[in-house]
Nanobody, 115 residues
Framework: QVQLVESGGGLVQPGGSLRLSCAAS????????MGWYRQAPGKQRELVAR???????NYEDTVKGRFTISRDNAKNALYLQMNLLKPEDTAVYYC?????????WGQGTQVTVSS
């Protein structure tokens, strides 16, 4: 079992930055796919960024060049650096681990981009 806890969300002005953190308890494997997802009000949850084996990354088109996903294996942590934030980035952000047929999710952290 893996438990995930996100932190770092908040209110930020357009153009600002936030760094989300996800602390994982339990065993994390190098083959795990780790990712950040978000869900805005009235919309479906969508992938924001994903980190796969070999540190291969992929990003949702609207965040490319602004967001960076990274992990710290020693700390069992996943991060999302978000720069040049826009109002349309407002959502609840979730971290997740995808392991074979199983997936583990955090409780989410709210990010609000507004002036």
């Amino acid at each position: 079992q893996v438990q995930l806890v996100e932190s770092g969300g908040g209110l930020v002005q357009p153009g600002g930055s936030l760094r989300l953190s996800c602390a994982a308890s339990g065993s994390i494997f190098s083959t795990d796919v780790m990712g950040w997802y978000r869900q805005a009000p009235g919309k479906q949850r969508e992938l924001v960024a994903r980190l796969s084996r070999g540190d291969y990354t992929n990003y949702e088109d609207t965040v490319k060049g602004r967001f960076t996903i990274s992990r710290d294996n020693a700390k069992n942590a996943l991060y999302l650096q978000m720069n040049l934030l826009k109002p349309e980035d407002t959502a609840v952000y979730y971290c997740a681990i995808l392991r074979g047929p199983n997936s583990y999710w955090g409780q989410g952290t709210q990010v609000t981009v507004s002036s």
